[in-house]
T-cell receptor, first 115, second 109 residues
Framework: ETGVTQTPRHLVMGMTNKKSLKCEQH?????MYWYKQSAKKPLELMFV???????ENNSVPSRFSPECPNSSHLFLHLHTLQPEDSALYLC??????????????FGPGTRLTVT | AQRVTQPEKLLSVFKGAPVELKCNYS??????LFWYVQYSRQRLQLLLR??SRESIKGFTADLNKGETSFHLKKPFAQEEDSAMYYC???????????FGTGTRLKVLA
């Protein structure tokens, strides 16, 4: 598959569970992002990785733990989540930041429900 | 603090009418601005960016630094323009992107 893929597409988990979201990009990009999209709120940037190094952590609670083993793969490990963490989690990738900013390519998202 | 404001949650226009989706930003540096669009059952994708000064699908957007705005315009709306539109700010030289809450555009037949 081309572009940015995310698995699973839907996830229901209890507050005591541990699960992981996976993102893979087939575009040869160097930067990868996790966003949270909640109802009636703007898209919130959570984490950014550039060349596997974390460059942004937007004050995200420690119950969300990112992992970037290489420039093509990005994980979001989840544990002891709260119901308010239910949202659509989007992954994106881009080339190096340059003049004029860099276009982000988004995945389809994982719809997470915490019960 | 950096912020992007899209004041309209929903904008309904008739086919053939002009469209303007508003976007205002707050950023003290040199902004890099984008419009992203999400059509029904599709993923979020780039529509246009201010630096390219292109017209994409008939849409244009001009950066007005005096008014700190980046409004999206199209002279004649089409039904296929119905979608969710997001304005986004990239703080210069960083990977930090800030999105607005989005405006749903409905083009009525």
């Amino acid at each position: 598959e081309t572009g940015v893929t995310q698995t699973p597409r839907h996830l229901v988990m209890g507050m005591t569970n541990k699960k992981s979201l996976k993102c893979e990009q087939h575009l040869g990009h160097n930067a990868m992002y996790w966003y949270k999209q909640s109802a009636k709120k703007p898209l919130e940037l959570m984490f950014v990785y550039n060349f596997k190094e974390q460059t942004e952590n937007n004050s995200v609670p420690s119950r969300f733990s990112p992992e970037c083993p290489n420039s093509s793969h990005l994980f979001l490990h989840l544990h002891t989540l709260q119901p308010e963490d239910s949202a659509l989690y989007l992954c994106a990738s881009s080339q190096e930041v340059g003049t004029g900013g860099s276009e982000q390519y988004f995945g389809p998202g994982t719809r997470l429900t915490v019960t | 603090a950096q912020r992007v404001t899209q004041p309209e949650k929903l904008l309904s226009v008739f086919k053939g009418a002009p469209v303007e989706l508003k976007c205002n930003y707050s950023y003290s540096g040199s902004p890099e601005l984008f419009w992203y669009v999400q059509y029904s059952r599709q993923r979020l994708q780039l529509l246009l960016r201010h630096i390219s000064r292109e017209s994409i699908k008939g849409f244009t957007a001009d950066l007005n630094k005096g008014e700190t705005s980046f409004h999206l315009k199209k002279p004649f709306a089409q039904e296929e323009d119905s979608a969710m539109y997001y304005c986004a700010l990239n703080t210069s030289g960083t990977y930090k992107y800030i999105f607005g809450t989005g405006t749903r555009l409905k083009v009525l037949a």
